[in-house]
């Protein structure tokens, strides 16, 4: 896979071991307390959001063929491998003849209904499984696939220090920065995503709690008046996404599990 400055995406070697020699950030005294709010807040809202989701699940089986939602392996704390599920946004096995590969905004793949989903987050909504689980919390940083995070950290070896604490359903990054497009763009994340790590508190959390609720509030409210006022839209322009003050939570790349990777793998280095 690349990005779009034409860079290799995939690497032929996980993290060895499927660790990454990284040093588990101490969270102090807070820490056991981070872990308990949030996975109670993330049952309340589980048991909130599971009609919600069969909901979605009854729209996505009668609009598009395929399962209702998709799975991955991603990198947790420690570097720990761990399955992320998700709704699925995309039609069914779009990346089989092309491999993964970054999603762009307005991308054709991405269904109408998977498109509502992406503007409103409500896709991530089974990942509150994997917080009760303890392999994700709230709030941290985005898991990353393993097979790009070898990638990442080959240019970039910072990268794996990401990895000190549970990966997160939002974080500082998702809030602040629009999707990833290339590397530089991944570093931007980076620094975000290590100064949360730095200064993780419950205030920060609080903080992006919050603004992840008025981001979330914002994108459905955006949505539905784009809904109201689509048919006067001009011919050509129904597809262009909207944007909910100022900036866009990050694209995911979306891959089947079971979908082989079409590309060829990165050269180790020698």
Not at 83 to 108: C, F, N, Q, S, Y
Request: net charge positive; hydrophobic share 45%.
């Amino acid at each position: 896979m690349r990005d779009q400055s034409g860079v290799h995406l995939v690497g032929s070697d996980p993290m060895p071991n499927g660790s990454a020699d990284v040093a588990i950030r101490d969270l102090g005294s807070y820490g056991p307390c981070k872990f308990a709010v949030e996975w109670l807040a993330a049952l309340v809202l589980l048991m909130l959001a599971t009609p919600i989701m069969l909901a979605i699940a009854i729209v996505l089986k009668l609009t598009s063929p395929g399962p209702v939602h998709y799975s991955q392996i991603r990198l947790g704390r420690g570097g720990k491998p761990f399955r992320i599920w998700k709704l699925r946004t995309m039609t069914h096995r779009a990346e089989a003849t092309t491999g993964p590969v970054w999603a762009t905004v307005g991308d054709p793949r991405v269904t109408r209904v998977g498109r509502w989903l992406r503007d409103t987050h409500l896709d991530e909504l089974p990942q509150l499984w994997n917080v009760l689980r303890g392999e994700m919390s709230l709030i941290g940083p985005r898991p990353e696939r393993p097979e790009i995070a070898v990638v990442i950290a080959r240019r970039m070896p910072e990268f794996c220090d990401r990895l000190a604490v549970r990966p997160g359903i939002t974080g500082l990054a998702q809030v602040r920065l629009p999707p990833d497009t290339n590397l530089d763009t991944v570093r931007q994340k980076l620094t975000h995503d290590l100064h949360y790590i730095r200064t993780v508190s419950a205030l920060l959390d609080a903080r992006i709690a919050f603004a992840t609720a008025l981001h979330c509030i914002g994108a459905a409210a955006t949505t539905l008046s784009l809904r109201v006022v689509r048919s006067s839209t001009p011919p050509g322009m129904a597809d262009l996404p909207p944007v909910v003050a100022g900036f866009r939570m990050p694209v995911e790349i979306e891959v089947e599990a079971e979908l082989p990777v079409m590309e060829p793998p990165l050269s180790r280095a020698a």
